[in-house]
């Protein structure tokens, strides 16, 4: 059993001077004497330096009421009851399916469902999922924030409009902006899927806007004919975001709190996974190291893996190369110091984090004029070797891929599922809870007539397939097995409980935030592509 043993070496462990290793990412939390002011400090996978603390978070965060705040309490328990397991774990489910009226131009995608679950507090993940209205297709993305969530949070409320905008015709970007000078309704760019939750930050959607509209206006400047392709849009939105993020920080604002938002923004950073389906044409733009993935069934009725992003960060030999050519050979043996981005950041693409990307000057300029950097826990720190900045890219990796009727689904994930089950793992349990669903839903044809009997035989139908106690979120159940799985890959619920109730102080060792999106897509519409085009 884990209980007693586990969850005890945990609490133990907790209340002492500890060191954990996990996955070759190093974590320590120091409690020099407990009589005094205690004083902690976590190298979590993210960043060595001084962090940003986002005081202005006012984020959605899943249920606490059966987590601890701290291991220093007297009364610490990992009890939780089936009911109440549930509760944390579907808290941040999201499910929609798509309604396609028109028969002539039916969506690929089925429907998707997303969920996610937070080890920080608040939770540094975000995600996004949106319908485009003035060009076709869907987008779905995930971001992975450090250092707080500023940054993440800024991310997922704009870059799915930025990649919208690249995409659209000049006609359309011309009846935009004639709308917006004559100071006329604009018509909506995205229809955002959004969890009731989720939220924004309204105090500077105005400056988003303004922002967003510099952009669409420089897109006209351009002049380009047909316009942006595809992976040209993607690669564009990210770096224009990320541009305007370190420029928001180095402009006046209009009052404090934008000032203080805009400091966390670019100071904090955030990874980013972002799909995009049209028809039969999926492309994946990827900074950092979220990850997407095909469940792919084969004809035999096996199921195999296709991945479409890969992880920048100092295992990928790709990205080593990269930053070699970007820097001088003097610099070769300082780029990665145990395993970090100049000892510092494990991913090596990313949005914000300003201090691996700005001169050393600028970044003392900006600091020195803030007056509430450092009521923000945000410092300047120059690490060892900081010679020819930028050293970090928001720049994507896209690739592309055409659907087959064999391509099932598609998940993006933050990294904390990653760490916890490989991509053969995940795919097979999308797989199998997809069997299960299939086996478990009661047969709906209704006799004639109908009579009460029948319908007593149909509800016992459903209470003995035991459908409420499979999760119909395909990302819950994931969640649930990447953090409550046994060595033999099945869940166990002391264990499950033991991870859900560790303390805000603890939680971070043993897993990070978790975010899931899972898309399901259409294949009678795929293999329809496919036998109109032949």
């Excluded at 997922?156 to 409009?161: A, F, I, K, N, V």
């Excluded at 604002?253 to 203080?260: A, D, I, K």
């Excluded at 459908?467 to 046994?486: E, F, M, P, Y």
Aim: proline residues 4%.
């Amino acid at each position: 059993m884990m209980s007693r043993t586990v969850s005890s070496w945990i609490l133990s462990s907790a209340r002492n001077s500890i060191v954990l290793q996990r996955k070759g990412r190093l974590y320590s939390i120091c409690i020099p004497n407990r009589q005094k002011i205690k004083w902690k400090l976590v190298f979590s996978k993210r960043l060595l330096y001084p962090a940003a603390s986002c005081s202005l978070d006012n984020v959605f965060s899943l249920k606490k009421a059966f987590r601890h705040t701290s291991t220093e309490e007297e009364q610490f328990s990992f009890q939780l009851s089936p009911s109440q397991i549930n509760d944390i774990l579907r808290a941040g489910e999201l499910s929609h399916k798509i309604l396609d009226l028109n028969s002539k131009n039916t969506n690929s995608v089925l429907r998707f469902e997303s969920n996610q679950l937070a080890s920080n507090t608040p939770i540094e993940d975000r995600r996004s999922a949106a319908t485009c209205l003035q060009t076709r297709g869907m987008m779905f993305g995930v971001f992975d924030g450090h250092a707080g969530s500023a940054c993440a949070q800024a991310v997922s409320e704009r870059l799915l409009h930025y990649i919208a905008v690249s995409l659209m015709s000049r006609q359309a970007l011309e009846e935009i902006e004639l709308a917006v000078e004559c100071m006329k309704p604009v018509m909506p760019i995205l229809q955002l899927h959004k969890h009731p939750n989720d939220v924004e930050y309204r105090e500077i959607t105005s400056q988003y806007f303004e922002n967003l509209r510099v952009y669409w206006q420089h897109l006209l400047d351009l002049d380009i004919e047909p316009g942006f392709s595809l992976e040209e849009a993607m690669v564009s939105a990210f770096k224009r975001l990320d541009s305007d993020i370190s420029l928001e920080v180095q402009a006046p604002q209009e009052n404090e709190l934008m000032r203080n938002l805009a400091l966390q923004v670019a100071f904090s950073g955030a990874t980013a996974c972002v799909a995009h389906v049209d028809g039969v044409h999926l492309h994946v733009a990827n900074a950092g190291d979220c990850r997407a993935i095909l469940g792919v069934r084969e004809e035999d009725g096996t199921w195999s893996t296709l991945p479409l992003t890969r992880d920048h960060n100092a295992f990928d030999e790709f990205e080593i190369r990269r930053l070699k050519r970007e820097h001088p050979r003097s610099e070769e043996k300082t780029l990665f110091v145990n395993d970090r981005l100049l000892g510092i950041l494990m991913p090596s693409r990313a949005f914000g984090d300003v201090q691996l990307k700005w001169s050393k000057e600028l970044q003392h300029s900006v600091l020195e004029n803030s007056c509430d950097a450092e009521a923000l826990n945000i410092y300047q720190y120059v690490p060892p070797n900081y010679h020819t900045p930028p050293y970090l890219t928001a720049e994507p990796e896209v690739t592309y891929h055409k659907l087959r009727g064999k391509d099932k689904f598609l998940i993006i994930a933050s990294d904390g599922l990653w760490e916890m089950l490989s991509n053969e793992q995940v795919v097979k349990l999308v797989a199998g809870h997809l069997t299960e669903l299939n086996e478990q839903k009661p047969q709906l044809a209704f006799e004639k007539p109908v009579n009460l009997g029948y319908m007593h035989n149909l509800l016992l139908q459903r209470k003995n397939g035991g459908i409420a106690s499979l999760d119909q979120n395909i990302a819950t159940h994931l969640i649930r097995h990447a953090i409550g799985d046994n060595e033999y890959g099945e869940v166990d619920q002391e264990k499950l409980a033991a991870m859900l109730t560790l303390p805000e102080d603890l939680a971070r060792m043993y897993r990070d935030d978790i975010t899931v999106t899972v898309v399901y897509f259409n294949s009678e519409t795929i293999e329809n592509y496919y036998r109109n085009n032949e």
